[in-house]
């Protein structure tokens, strides 16, 4: 009961009461007509803060609101406004998110956070030097709320104090600063801390904190205070990007408000920003000072109620050209083109140094200016100048050169006086294969073109004035190397050889020397040597037919050191020569019926498939003498024949004839068969079907097989079991003749050898081939026919008509 009195008086005196902060808006018991949604921010804050001094929370207070008319719906309005962060809005529209993160652990715990809105890059005065120091979000000025408390703090309402008393006796609260100025301590009462530094409120509560507390007068507890969060204060900015109202943390300075703000408005200063406080200019602040000096003086603490106003700029200037900072500069009155270079962070590297072009406007025309050097400290840009700073020439006032056949080739300063030889000197002489019987310079002349000097290098070194010339700026002097003169020759070698190819001719280079070069003989070189060296003379002898001169020498293989010392000429050919007979063993492959598969190497020359497969054993009871073939590999030298033929067929999205043909060659084929008729083999030996092997053959002896294969466009692709009385027609009707497209004209049989046989016809009579066990009846598609179209038909019967014609008058 004494509790729910506590709260009637509470929410009473938040309703009635003159000193609290609702008087205005609640001052009678009749809370029907309350609108939350009118109230501001700081009078929701102020009902927080005396909540939480009464240690009364809302929910307990809901059932009295209730009682006393207030709509539910506002009371949960009300409700959510105390709960929630508060969200302060400038009359720009700019809201500034805050959350409070409570912990008793941190001498200074985060109040508010206030976020700007989002930055807008200013593309429209992005060349305005310190235009963009307020667009970049990780440089925006926020003070450190982590930091120890400043002891020069002033208190005021919304601040909140963390007071802890530890020793032998303990006790630890956050007392918030109430609107009044006061902080509410249990045991010991309410003390008036507004107005006060930190500092002198922490002596304040330890001397009433000492009035209660025993042990603490007698120092066996101690007191520690500290401000554990800070108010937010309302400051205004005018003449910014986004001018109006901002709440910020009490701590907060000019630059984070400039900041939020989002810095000088398109014609803002940046020079003469000013702060006011209680209707005084108390500073003036300059952003060129950090910018340029790094100073951070201006950036001073702000009040409640302070105002920052950005007035229009008095006078920019521009600097383009070669500067490392180009830009729009704002300027002072006194202050120098010498102060604007350093704006501009000075010339680069490029800038022609020794006077400025400036234009000037004059208020009727415009004017150009030029600025020496030893006005720049003395010439005050005018608001409006457009600065210039060109390149350097692209030329050399004592530049020389030397190249070629020199130690140091490279650009050398001039001097007047300099010599041939002084320059030779620079570069730390000539080498050794230097030509000295002349040497060349280029000299530019006074109207820029070019002229050659040609001296005799030798007598230039050696004192003589005639050749070791003067020299002049600009000269190019080359000193060419013999070895420039001298053709580069080079032989050749083939054959067996393990490395053959092109080698360089040097003197004296014989024979051994290129055998060792090429890598020494192969296994399969013959001891013939055959060297081609061509024929050189003045005239042409008709008498000699030869081309070239041949000689012919004989080596031991075994030994390349037993070769003549054959000196070779530039040029030469050498053909080391195989020997006669010199093959390794070559194999084929036997697999299938045979009773023993593999591989066999083919013992003479003409090697025939009869010999090998004796060799294999011969067939098996279960091989098929009808399906003896041997398989191919085609040779790369064959498909390389089919890629050079022209078959006269015009090009296709897919290439030409030669092109499919290759690729299917090599991608799908890959081999040829050759049939085998083993019967007739077995009979005859030396008949030509039993076909000499070549390497890498494969012969393919086929399992028996009963059955007759019939694919193609027919009704049923099957294997019909094989009867010798019957033939070709019995098949396909056995799987239900061709289907729609089937051209049974054309088609063909498989044998298991690889053969294949059509039917044909003779006096209208069609004959179909044989059928034996294994075989593949294959019938394949009809070809489209293409209808006649109306002027084919036309074309038809005018021909019809003019034969008609013509047969007529024939015969009259």
Same mark, same amino acid.
């Given at each position: ?23 205005? #808006? ?19 804050? @102020?009902?927080?803060?005396? $909540? ?66 989002? @930055? ?70 309410? $003390? ?82 000013? #702060?006011?406080? %209680? ?89 150009? &200016? ?27 006032? %004592? ?31 000539? @080498? ?23 001296? %005799? ?63 020494? $003989? ?27 001169? $041949?000689?012919? #020498? ?109 690729? &299917? ?24 079907? %039993? ?63 690889? @053969? ?57």
């Amino acid at each position: 009961m004494k509790k729910l009195l506590s709260i009637t008086f509470l929410f009473f005196a938040l309703v009635q009461s003159s000193g609290v902060a609702a008087q205005d #808006l609640l001052n009678s018991a009749n809370l029907s007509a309350i609108n939350v949604d009118f109230l501001s921010d700081i009078e929701i804050q @102020k009902i927080r803060t005396q $909540l939480a001094s009464n240690k009364i929370t809302i929910e307990e207070a809901e059932p009295i609101a209730l009682a006393k008319g207030m709509p539910a719906s506002e009371f949960e309005k009300l409700k959510a406004r105390l709960g929630a962060a508060t969200k302060l809005t400038t009359t720009a529209g700019v809201e500034s998110d805050a959350k409070e993160e409570m912990s008793s652990g941190k001498s200074l715990r985060e109040q508010e956070k206030i976020d700007n809105v989002k @930055k807008v890059k200013d593309s429209i005065n992005n060349l305005v030097f310190g235009s963009d120091l307020f667009e970049k979000p990780t440089l925006n000025f926020e003070p450190n709320l982590k930091m120890a408390t400043p002891m020069n703090y002033i208190l005021g309402p919304g601040d909140e104090l963390q007071v802890s008393v530890y020793g032998v006796q303990e006790f630890s609260a956050n007392l918030p600063v109430t609107v009044e100025g006061k902080v509410i301590i249990k045991y010991v009462g309410q $003390l008036s801390v507004i107005g006060m530094t930190v500092e002198a409120a922490t002596r304040k509560i330890k001397n009433a904190i000492a009035g209660v507390y025993s042990t603490v007068r007698s120092g066996q507890s101690q007191v520690s205070v500290s401000l554990s969060r800070v108010r937010t204060i309302k400051i205004t900015l005018i003449g910014s990007k986004l001018p109006g109202n901002f709440s910020i943390s009490s701590l907060g300075t000019v630059y984070n408000a400039l900041f939020l703000g989002g810095g000088p408005a398109k014609n803002g200063s940046y020079r003469n920003i000013e #702060l006011v406080r %209680n209707d005084k200019v108390i500073r003036t602040i300059d952003i060129y000072n950090f910018l340029i000096k790094g100073n951070q003086s201006d950036n001073v603490g702000l009040k409640e109620g302070d105002i920052i106003r950005i007035p229009s700029y008095s006078q920019r200037v521009t600097v383009e050209g070669q500067v490392k900072r180009p830009g729009i500069f704002e300027m002072k009155a006194g202050e120098t083109f010498h102060d604007l270079l350093t704006f501009a962070s000075g010339f680069n590297e490029f800038a022609y140094t020794s006077s400025v072009n400036v234009l000037q406007k004059n208020g009727k025309e415009m004017k150009i &200016k030029d600025i020496k050097a030893s006005e720049f400290k003395t010439y005050q840009p005018r608001s409006g100048d457009l600065f210039t700073i060109t390149k350097i020439l692209d030329r050399f006032e %004592n530049r020389i050169q030397i190249k070629g056949a020199v130690f140091r080739p490279n650009q050398y300063s001039y001097t007047p006086g300099m010599r041939l030889a002084d320059l030779v000197a620079k570069a730390d002489g000539l @080498k050794e294969d230097a030509y000295t019987a002349r040497a060349t310079i280029i000299r530019v002349k006074e109207d820029l073109t070019k002229e050659t000097v040609s001296v %005799n290098l030798g007598k230039a070194l050696a004192g003589d004035l005639a050749h070791n010339i003067e020299l002049k700026k600009e000269d190019q002097l080359t000193v060419f190397s013999i070895l420039e003169f001298k053709e580069q020759f080079s032989v050749n070698i083939d054959g067996e050889v393990k490395k053959p190819g092109t080698y360089e001719f040097q003197d004296n280079l014989s024979l051994n020397d290129l055998l060792l070069q090429a890598g020494g $003989l192969t296994g399969s070189a013959s001891k013939r040597v055959e060297i081609a060296r061509m024929i050189t003379a003045e005239t042409i002898d008709d008498s000699n037919p030869n081309k070239v001169e $041949l000689f012919t #020498l004989e080596i031991t293989p075994e030994n390349n050191e037993q070769a003549e010392n054959f000196i070779l000429a530039p040029f030469d050919v050498i053909n080391i020569r195989r020997m006669a007979l010199y093959e390794k063993p070559e194999m084929v492959s036997v697999t299938g019926a045979v009773n023993y598969t593999g591989k066999y190497v083919l013992a003479t020359k003409r090697e025939r498939v009869f010999s090998v497969i004796q060799r294999a054993g011969g067939l098996t009871s279960l091989a098929n003498v009808y399906g003896v073939r041997v398989k191919r590999p085609i040779q790369s030298k064959q498909i390389e024949e089919i890629a050079a033929a022209d078959f006269s067929v015009a090009n296709t999205a897919e290439g030409t004839t030669s092109d499919k043909l290759t690729k &299917k060659l090599t991608e799908e084929i890959q081999y040829t068969i050759i049939p085998v008729d083993w019967k007739a083999v077995v009979r005859n030996p030396k008949r030509s079907a %039993n076909i000499s092997l070549l390497p890498g053959d494969e012969i393919e002896v086929a399992t028996f097989n009963e059955g007759v294969k019939v694919t193609g466009n027919v009704l049923l692709n099957s294997e019909i079991p094989y009867n010798g009385g019957r033939g070709f027609k019995y098949y396909l009707n056995a799987v239900g003749g061709t289907d729609a497209k089937g051209w049974k004209r054309k088609a063909y049989i498989i044998y298991p050898n690889g @053969k294949a046989a059509v039917s044909h016809s003779f006096m209208f009579i069609r004959s179909y081939p044989k059928v034996i066990p294994g075989s593949q009846i294959v019938v394949p598609e009809r070809p489209l026919k293409k209808p006649f179209t109306i002027g084919e038909f036309a074309t038809v019967a005018s021909v019809l008509s003019s034969l008609t014609l013509l047969f007529l008058t024939a015969f009259k």
